[in-house]
């Protein structure tokens, strides 16, 4: 049973399973503004609209397991492209930071990877984590995916959710993936010899996360998220930002008897997701409003390199982000037409670039 929430919070009408539409969806959300208070800005203004500073997805990355097995799954069964080979910026051991996208590795397209088998970590999947990435391609591509990923030799659960109809497999480290088929994401697939463009995955669509109880992590989403419960569909609750529609969208399942998972680097699953805000300042006045609400355990600013990132813990156990992309993003340190051709050493391993590349898995691209 589906349910679409409404102008006021917690009114909910039972719609049948037809898809809603992006701009039904929107219209239908509740009214946040005036149950929620405004973003501070880093000089003390108010922002009236807080859903406008987190405007969607920028990357989700995982702990997976192998570094080849994890480049061909991204680059030859799913046709992404790897726009950026670099090192984890923190810790001392050096471990591969993969970045998978379309060909200019756009927000929302990004899908990026630690792997962490060579060191020997590993990890539980579990409740309080992000359980399933879910990208976007044609509505009419599904068959054809289902045919390639069958090919490769994985299994494929048709399933449907939200009225959406997806495809669920797995990375082969095991985390959970879905192709959700959407008819209108306009966003650039990559460019892929095997796969056409009018099939290609779109970019991120949504993450679903796994928790224990609900009613904590609603008021994180509404009040200090800036986003929309839009609708439900079972044990699961579905939230939007911005725009809302594919990008934007996080999905809550409710599991209150499964065994919490891992926040620990280690092998086998979703570390984080992030989610992008259009400025430093923007960044500052998500920090400064979701202290300001009590949640405390909020990073301080962190230079990764192509952008700046702040990481909260959110009170169902999901790790989030808030990154703003440095201008020059991937092309700061490669042109922009020979993106992901080296693997470019994160500065504190600079010194080391020899030594530290022959204790990495080698990778064949």
């Known amino acids: 049973m589906r349910t679409v929430y409404r102008q006021t919070y917690g009114e909910a009408a039972t719609i049948s399973p037809s898809v809603v539409s992006r701009s039904d969806r929107v219209a239908a959300s509740p009214d946040t503004t005036c149950r929620s208070p405004a973003f501070p800005t880093a000089e003390g203004a108010a922002v009236n609209n807080p859903t406008s500073i987190l405007s969607g997805h920028n990357h989700i990355t995982l702990n997976v397991g192998g570094a080849q097995e994890d480049y061909d ?3 030859q069964v799913l046709g992404l492209k790897s726009v950026k080979k670099t090192l984890l910026y923190d810790g001392q051991a050096p471990i591969y ?6 060909d200019v590795g756009e927000e929302s397209t990004l899908v990026t990877t630690f792997p962490f088998r060579h060191a020997g970590l590993t990890a539980k999947k579990g409740s309080g984590q992000i359980s399933v990435l879910t990208l976007s391609v044609p509505e009419s591509s599904l068959d054809w995916w289902r045919n390639r990923l069958e090919e490769y030799g994985f299994e494929v659960t048709p399933v449907e959710r939200f009225g959406e109809k997806r495809l669920a497999f797995q990375h082969p480290c095991g985390i959970d993936y879905e192709l959700v088929g959407v008819a209108d994401d306009e966003r650039t697939p990559a460019s892929h010899p095997d796969i056409p463009d009018e099939f290609g995955v779109r970019g991120v669509h949504s993450i679903s996360c796994s928790v224990r109880d609900m009613e904590l992590t609603d008021q994180f989403m509404q009040m200090g998220w800036g986003s929309r419960m839009v609708e439900g569909d079972g044990n699961a609750t579905r939230y939007e930002m911005g725009e809302g529609g594919p990008g934007a969208i996080v999905d809550y399942i409710l599991e209150p008897n499964r065994e919490p998972g891992s926040w620990t680097f280690g092998e086998g699953y979703v570390h984080h997701c992030a989610f992008s805000v259009d400025s430093l300042e923007s960044q500052m006045a998500v920090k400064l409003f979701l ?3 009590g ?3 909020v990073s301080d600013v962190k230079d ?23 201008p020059e993003h991937f092309a700061i340190d490669e042109p922009r037409d020979s993106l992901g051709a080296q693997i470019m050493i994160s500065p504190q391993f600079e010194d080391s670039r020899q030594e530290l590349l022959a204790q990495l898995e080698t990778i064949e691209y």
């Open 73 to 75: 799954f991204h680059t």
């Open 97 to 102: 930071h993969l970045y998978y996208g379309n």
């Open 291 to 293: 202290e300001g609400l």
């Open 295 to 297: 949640y405390t355990d």
């Open 304 to 326: 990764r390199g192509y952008f700046y990132s702040i990481y909260v813990r959110t009170p169902g156990g999901p790790l989030f982000e808030a990154t703003y992309t440095k």
